[in-house]
């Protein structure tokens, strides 16, 4: 194994990189923008150019390197195909095969954002000493990665782990951002807990609460609210972390894995999100499954450069 | 690789051994009566009897023979270890270990017997042609069995692919046999459709149907009278494919699979049953998951011996 690795976390507006030992150590990280300008076709030169200009920095060579692992932004196949990515205007592309190509034949593997950050939270993160996980990330959406025995799980169509879209409810009447209605991220998602608590309070006119007193009621202000007591923002957490709960009860029905890790803007919740989801996880978890360990993942937004170093590091 | 191997599904009545080439042909298949006398202490020497008997006869000896993968009833993990096996009269036992070791060290495998099952179908049954699949079997109860990159997913506790303790309702009164309400199972098993039928009899008790017809109502009757148009029949059929195809999308949207396997005795319903939960299905689906493959399972009570023989073969 060569001493050095790279972790890629490409973003719609960002491309993190990070410079890593293949001890494990993070060595360096910085940013650059992402150029989604003509379909996209600035991002893999940009990506190598600055690869090239921190190994001249440290006066190393691309033989120092032991391979460079990527996060994309879109369902990417086990093989390495981004088969659209429509944040960054890509089509159907190998991006393993393209970025080794541009870079003397180097190592490269992909894995969707969401799965790859699972696998760098598995090794660095609030899943460590776990080899199959899954990382559940409330952030604006409702995002998963799903780790069995230390590997990434893809899906046929790079589609594993969409777990944002386990449909919940039959009533829904507004449409997810996929088309269909009645999502997990309908509710669960900093958007959706507030579009459940703005519901909750246009269908509940009389009731007090605190809420009304924020001028933007955002999902910050929901827990914050919760937690001085508020007993409608008690039952808003109360409703959301019963979905969540129900919705990984399913999931683990389904998968077993050792851990839950759960990640994402919301998870700075803290005690009472966990709380509430694990009571509830508790109530309809098959009794197999009951003693899922549940984390708070730890790596925040470098979840994904630790995770393309270790798809290389393997 | 020698030239044969065993698989053997053992089941709470009968054991049944399957004689393979590991070219892949099935040359013999016979049952043996599972003892669960003495907390099913013979079962273990009545195997090794058994196929010692079948190699006497063949003139063959335990040198030709490459392995011997087990189906258990209960909860296995990856390394071997039956959790606990009610049905058997079994603890915490490592099956691999203990049948190797009585059997010269030969190679040993042992999953759930659902787990198995599933890739008995992918080898040589419904799933042929697939890596990545979901086997559900709709019998007395509803069980699964995941592959995942041709091999058999089992969970930290052994109980991955347990989809028939999914939670899909929060309405119901009367307990699983697991100990929650409203599981999958309670639903969609031949038990299942039979105790949704009767229960709309006796809260529709004005309907016309001839359902009230038969003494005896079954799952068989139920299809049945759906095929010949009957209107509750065919809305009780409805319910119980709205509660698969359901399920079926909340598990393709973690694992995006290929293919979903249907099995079980229920499966014999035919184009009605898989027709409806595909209906619903593409309603609850991730787009991207939207054009799963469904087969119907074909090896019928043989999936387990092969799927024994496969874990050798590999």
């Known amino acids: 194994m060569k001493k050095y690795a790279f972790g890629v976390d490409i973003g719609g507006t960002t491309i993190k990189i990070g410079f890593f030992a293949t001890e494990g150590e993070l060595i360096d990280t910085w940013e650059i923008p992402t150029r989604t300008a003509d379909n996209g076709k600035y991002i ?3 990506i190598k150019q600055s690869i090239e200009d921190e190994l001249a920095k440290r006066n190393l060579s691309i033989d120092d390197i032991e391979g460079i692992g990527l996060g994309v932004p879109g369902p990417v196949t086990e093989d390495g195909t981004v088969l659209k990515c429509v944040n960054l205007g890509w089509g159907v592309i190998n991006i393993e095969e393209i970025l080794s190509d541009a870079m003397g034949k180097i190592k490269v593997r992909a894995g969707n954002d969401a799965n790859v950050a699972a696998l760098g939270e598995m090794w660095k993160g609030g899943g460590k000493g776990h080899k199959d996980l ?3 990330t409330l952030g604006t959406g409702v995002g998963g990665g799903i780790i069995i025995n230390g590997k990434i799980l893809a899906g046929a169509n790079g589609a594993a782990g969409e777990i944002g879209h386990i ?4 009533d829904e009447t507004e449409p997810c951002g996929c088309g269909k209605k009645g999502c997990l991220e309908q509710y669960a998602s900093a958007n959706g807990i507030v579009r459940v608590a703005k519901r909750y309070l246009a269908a509940n006119p009389d009731c007090k609460t605190t809420l009304r007193d924020s001028d933007n009621i955002s999902s910050k202000v929901i827990f914050d609210k919760a937690k001085e ?4 923002a008690l039952t808003i957490v109360d409703e959301v972390g019963r979905l969540l709960g129900k919705s990984i009860a399913s999931i683990c029905c389904v998968l077993n894995p050792e851990a839950v890790v759960i990640g994402g803007g919301m998870s700075k919740a803290g005690e009472l999100l966990i709380n509430t989801i694990k009571e509830y996880y508790k109530k309809y978890a098959f009794h197999a499954s009951a003693n899922t360990e549940f984390c ?3 790596l925040g937004n470098l979840a994904g450069i630790y995770g393309g170093a270790k798809m290389i590091i393997d």
């Open 229 to 232: 007591g508020d007993s409608v």
């Open 134 to 136: 899954v990382l559940i």
């Open 296 to 298: 708070i993942a730890e």
């Open 167 to 170: 449909p919940v409810s039959d």
């Open 44 to 46: 893999i030169g940009d």
